[in-house]
C-alpha cells in the first residue's frame, strides 16, 4: 500500500448519480474505506448499493462528487487503471482453463511468468483452501469452491481495494455461512480492503469491521456491527437490523405512553423527545416475562398467543392491548419450561433495552428510568 494512501484505501466524497429516475440512484454520499478493513455496504434492494460499488470500481462515472483511491481522485481513471479488483455473483471462471490457470490469468496478462507466477498462484491457492484441486477443472467443483477460485482470482494482482457485489447470494444458506467466516479469515490474511455489498444484515453484522446502511440512495448511519445493532441511529436501521418490537406511542417530555399500555420514563430532557407521536424499541430478546399472578401497580399484562421451539430459544407472541410483542427467551441451562400458550404473562424490559424514536425516526435515547416495572426473569414459575 503507497505511503500516499493517508489511511484511507478509497472515499466517496459527495457522490451523485443519476439514472434519470425521480430521485438519485446514489444521493450526496460520503464514505472513506480504511486501509485493510472489511467494510459492508448493507441496504434493502434498490437503495444504491450496486451503483456506489460501481463507482469505485469505474463503471459507472458520478454526476457530483468525487472518488478517490488511496488518497487520489480517479476521475476518468478507467476500470483497469484501478488497482481495484471486482467479484461477482456469477463466478465467471473460464470453463476450459485449469483453477491453477484461472488463478493465474491475471498475472499473465501483467507478464508474471514462470516460478513467481507458479509461487504467487499457489499461496493465493493455499489462503482459499483450494491447493489440492489447483489441476481441476471449475466444473468439478462445488459452487463455494468456484467462488473461491474467483476469489483466488481477484486478491492474486494483490489489488488496494476488493469489490464483492452479494458475491455468496447464489450459495445455499448453510455453505453460505461457512463462506462468511472463510471470507472474513482470508481477508485478514490478506490484509487488502473489502468492499462488499449485501441485503443481508446478519452477513454485514457477521463478518464486517464496519457497516454503512443505506436507503433511497443515502447512507443512514457507518459505523462498527455492535454499534448499528445496539444503538441505531434511526428507526429504520433499528428495524432493518436484526428484528425489534416497535411500539407506537406519544411523548410529553417527561413521560412516554406506549399504545400497549406501558409508561415509561421519557429519556432526559434534551434528547429530543417532544411532544407527540414517538416508538419505542425494544429487541425480543431483551423482553422479559414473569408470570402475571404478582401483578405491581402498573405493571403491563398480556396474553402468549403463539409459542414457537427454535431449538437455541423458545420465541413467543405476546397479545398487550391489541399489541402483539415478540420475545426470544435463550435455552440457556437455567431455562424453565416453555410458557403455554394462553398464559398471562406480565411484560417488562430494562430501561436501557427500550430506544425511543422521534416522529421523524431519529434516535432521542433511552428510557431514563423503567415504567414497565421490569419482572425479574424467573426459572421457576407457574404460568396461569
Ligand atoms: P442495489 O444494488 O442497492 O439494489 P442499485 O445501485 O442497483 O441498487 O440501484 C439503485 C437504483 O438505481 C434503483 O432504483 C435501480 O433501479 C436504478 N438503476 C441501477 N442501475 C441502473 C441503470 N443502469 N439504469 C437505470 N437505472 C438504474
Ligand atoms: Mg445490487
Redesign the pocket.
Known amino acids: 500500500m503507497s505511503a500516499a494512501a493517508a489511511g484511507a484505501a478509497a472515499e466517496l466524497v459527495g457522490v451523485t448519480?443519476r439514472?434519470?429516475?425521480a430521485?438519485p440512484?446514489?444521493d450526496g454520499v460520503d464514505l472513506r474505506i480504511e486501509e485493510g478493513e472489511f467494510f459492508s455496504i448493507l441496504?434493502?434492494?434498490?437503495?444504491?448499493?450496486?451503483?456506489?460499488?460501481?463507482m469505485l470500481g469505474g463503471f459507472?462515472r458520478p454526476d457530483e462528487g468525487e472518488i478517490r483511491l488511496g488518497g487520489a481522485s480517479v476521475d476518468g481513471v478507467p476500470p483497469h487503471k484501478r488497482n481495484v479488483n471486482t467479484v461477482f455473483q456469477s463466478y465467471a471462471l473460464f470453463g476450459h482453463l485449469s483453477v491453477a490457470d484461472n488463478v493465474g490469468f491475471g498475472l499473465r496478462r501483467r507478464k508474471v511468468r514462470g516460478e513467481e507466477m507458479r509461487r504467487r498462484v499457489d499461496e493465493m491457492l493455499r489462503v482459499v483452501s483450494l491447493a489440492e484441486r489447483r489441476g481441476a477443472m471449475p466444473s468439478e467443483l462445488s459452487g463455494g469452491q468456484q467462488q473461491r477460485v474467483a476469489l483466488a482470482r481477484a486478491l492474486v494482482n494483490m489489488p488496494e481495494l476488493l469489490l464483492l457485489?452479494e458475491p455468496l447470494g447464489a450459495l445455499d444458506l448453510k455453505l453460505r455461512r461457512q463462506m462468511q467466516v472463510e471470507l472474513k479469515q482470508i481477508q485478514r490474511e490478506v490484509g487488502i480492503a473489502f468492499a462488499y455489498?449485501t441485503?443481508d444484515q446478519e452477513e454485514a453484522l457477521t463478518m464486517s469491521d464496519r457497516i454503512a446502511v443505506?436507503n433511497d440512495?443515502k447512507v443512514l448511519q457507518v459505523d462498527t456491527p455492535t454499534t448499528i445493532y445496539n444503538n441505531p441511529a434511526s428507526l429504520f436501521v433499528a428495524q432493518f437490523i436484526g428484528s425489534t418490537n416497535a411500539l407506537e406511542g406519544s411523548g410529553d417530555g417527561a413521560t412516554v405512553q406506549l399504545a400497549c399500555g406501558a409508561r415509561l420514563v421519557a429519556p432526559a430532557p434534551g434528547t429530543g423527545v417532544a411532544d407527540g407521536p414517538l416508538t419505542a424499541c425494544v429487541r425480543p430478546e431483551k423482553v422479559i416475562l414473569s408470570p402475571a399472578g404478582d401483578d405491581a401497580p402498573g405493571a403491563v399484562t398480556g396474553t402468549v398467543v403463539e409459542s414457537v421451539y427454535v431449538g437455541s430459544g423458545t420465541t413467543y407472541k405476546v397479545d398487550v392491548n391489541a399489541t402483539s410483542i415478540e420475545v426470544l427467551e435463550a435455552n440457556d441451562s437455567g431455562a424453565a419450561a416453555a410458557i403455554p400458550v394462553g398464559s398471562r404473562v406480565r411484560v417488562g424490559w430494562r430501561p436501557e433495552d427500550c430506544l425511543i424514536f422521534d416522529g421523524n425516526g431519529k434516535a432521542a435515547g433511552r428510557c431514563a428510568e423503567d415504567g414497565t416495572k421490569v419482572p425479574q426473569p424467573t426459572r421457576s414459575r407457574n404460568w396461569i
Open positions: 448519480k439514472y434519470g429516475g430521485r440512484a446514489v441496504g434493502p434492494s434498490g437503495c444504491g448499493k450496486t451503483t456506489s460499488l460501481r459507472v457485489d455489498v441485503h443505506m440512495g
